[in-house]
Structure formats: C-alpha cells, structure tokens
C-alpha cells in the first residue's frame, strides 16, 4: 500500500478524510501518524464510521463551514463529553461563485484569487485554528469544512508548510482531494438531484482540485512574507504556538 493510501481514512459518509501524518519535513523530522486529520462533512458520518471515528481518538474537531452550512446540513455531534468542538468558519457566508464570466473562470489565477479572498476574510479564524491546535491536549484532532479541499486544504497548507513541509508535498496533498472530489460528486447525483443542480451551476475549477492553485497560492504567500512563518506571523499568531506545534507533532 502506497503512503498516500495509507493516509486515506475510508468511510461511508465522509469521502476525504484523511491523516496528515508521514511527511517529512525540510529539517528531515516526519509528521506523527494519527495526530492530525482533515476531512469534509463530518455531519454525514454513519453509526458505524462514528465508532470507527472514536477508535482515532479525536479530542478536539474544528468545524471551518459557515453559520448557514450548518444550520442547513447540522453539525457533528461527539459521542464522547471529552471531545471538544470549535466553530471557525473561514468564511461568514459562502459566495455566489456563479456570477463570473468565461474569461475570469478561464485564468488560472481564478481559484487562487477565490483562495486569498478566503484568506483575508477568515485571517482571524485562522490564527485562532492554529492556536486551538497548539493547546495542551488538543490531539488528536481533525479540521473540516464541507468537501475538505478549499477551506481545509489552505488550513492544511498553512499547517504543513509552517511545519517545515516541502512545498511540492504540500502541492500533492492538496492535489488528493482530486480522487476525493469524484466520488463525492458520484454520491450527490446518486443521492440528492437538488445538490446535483447546484453542483452543474458551479464554475469547472470549484470542483477540481488542480495542484497549480496551491503552486500559485504558495508563491503568492511566501513571496508577500518571506515565508509561511512570516505569514503566520502577519495574522497575530504568538511565535511560540509554532514551536508547541511542532512539539507535538512532528
């Protein structure tokens, strides 16, 4: 079994969950296994992908959908009083993405501006994501939004470039969510019609997964910082959540 599908963790409700440990770092440290998740809608976990989710041991889950997303499609409920849950929407309100025209859905800078508009919006999510992560205690944990690609891939991006991750195993990791996206798509037009309508409006690059967006975003960010770090630090994040991080992870 290849390291990428060892990461996958396979369920019956959630289609991109996976485990962000293995990587190795610049300095040659590797990400533990089994500290780190990220995922898509966890709300849809059936009663056995719940008991298969309590054997991880999940202590802290952050929820990156907004407001409306989870009044609509609910919420994960743990099982257990000892898992902790952190509302933290990247964004307040999901926008209208069917509005732009050909020429702007055809740039390849398209999703990247979608990207850094997120980011702009959600900074302080962000800082406060990293934060909550740092805490004593707070891994096992595992980030979602609602297909885990836009909003949790830039979160995992941060993560693991501040971590010290290569760039191009950042790029790939995003890239998976690739495989991820077909079968969501597949259950939705098996499942919901209404859904599948939504999903038709939708620009091509929304459900795509193309590496060249993290590739653009990445340069993006550590050519205005100097660095992820630099980044990180621009949102207000102490320097030393950082190093508990990478304490308690790699």
């Known amino acids: 079994m290849s390291v990428d599908a060892e990461r996958r963790i396979k369920f019956d409700g959630c289609f991109n969950f996976r485990d962000l440990g293995g990587y190795i ?11 780190l998740f990220r995922a898509d809608g966890l709300q849809r976990l059936t009663d056995d992908d719940r008991r298969r989710f309590a054997e991880l041991g999940i202590v802290t889950v952050i929820d990156l959908r907004t407001p409306d997303e989870i009044e609509r499609r609910g919420r994960f409920e743990p099982d257990v009083n000892s898992t902790r849950y952190h509302h933290l929407p990247l964004v307040d309100v999901i926008p209208d993405m069917t509005g732009f025209d050909a020429d702007a859905i055809a740039s390849p800078d398209f999703m990247v501006d979608r990207y850094e508009e997120m980011l702009a919006d959600g ?34 991006a941060i993560i693991l470039r ?33 859904a599948t309508e939504a999903f038709a409006r939708y620009p091509a690059p929304m459900t795509a997964a193309d590496p060249d967006n993290m590739v653009r975003l990445l340069d993006r960010l550590e050519h205005q910082h100097g660095s992820m770090a630099g980044y990180v630090t621009s949102l207000g994040v102490d320097p030393d959540v950082a190093t508990r991080l990478k304490a308690a992870l790699l």
Request: charged share 20%; aromatic share 6%.
């Open 123 to 156: 900074a302080e999510r962000i800082a406060m994501a990293l934060t909550v992560l740092a805490e004593p205690g707070a891994l096992p944990a595992v980030f979602h939004c609602a297909a885990g690609k836009d909003r949790t891939g830039l979160l995992a």
């Open 25 to 35: 770092t610049e300095s040659g440290r590797t990400l533990r296994w089994g500290r």
């Open 162 to 194: 501040l971590l010290g991750v290569p760039a191009p195993d950042v790029i790939a990791d995003y890239a998976m969510s690739q495989v991820a996206m077909r079968e969501m798509i597949a259950w939705v037009k098996a499942t919901s019609p209404e």
